[in-house]
């Protein structure tokens, strides 16, 4: 009975929405969810490296056994660091993806434009060939009739 409620809920909410704001309210809030989920997975991570970079030192100090100084401003500098090294990663991350993006469209575009090259080549080899084949068949034709007045002179020769 209740899911046979949120259901109905959920269409006389969603057929008001699209009444009222047409449909493109709906195609905007699957939009900004999609937006708000990127936004707070970044935020997250952003957060889980500045914990991290801030820990390296004291974990440096007592696993490997380095001298840093364990003050505000060395974890400050590492903190930062982390920061700086992850959004790097991500600049980069992004223009990898783009790079990607643009390779495969000019993969598309050089393979249209190669099928579009073999299409017009065919086409006119088949052009050639028409030309060829009519040539040939007028070439036939007057053979033909070249052989027929041959054999027609050697017929009136033989008859005279």
Do not use: C, D
């Not at 992850?86 to 643009?102: P, Q, T």
């Not at 579009?116 to 086409?123: D, M, N, R, S």
């Amino acid at each position: 009975m209740i899911k046979s409620f949120i259901m109905i809920s959920f269409f006389e909410l969603f057929g008001n929405l699209a009444t009222s704001y047409g449909i493109f309210i709906v195609v905007f809030f699957i939009i900004f969810l999609f937006i708000a989920r990127f936004v707070a997975k970044f935020i997250l991570q952003l957060i889980f490296i500045l914990l991290i970079s801030t820990i390296f030192p004291i974990f440096a100090n007592k696993l490997f056994g380095l001298a840093i100084p364990l003050n505000l401003e060395t974890i400050l500098s590492f903190a930062i660091l982390g920061i700086g090294v992850f959004l790097l990663y991500y600049a980069l991350k992004i223009l990898w993806r783009i790079s990607e993006i643009v390779a495969s469209t000019l993969e598309y575009i050089a393979e249209s434009i190669e099928n579009f090259i073999k299409f017009l080549e065919k086409g006119l080899k088949s052009k050639e060939k028409k030309k060829e084949e009519k040539e040939v068949k007028i070439l036939n034709k007057e053979e033909k009739k070249e052989k027929e007045e041959k054999s027609k002179e050697k017929e009136r020769e033989e008859h005279e």
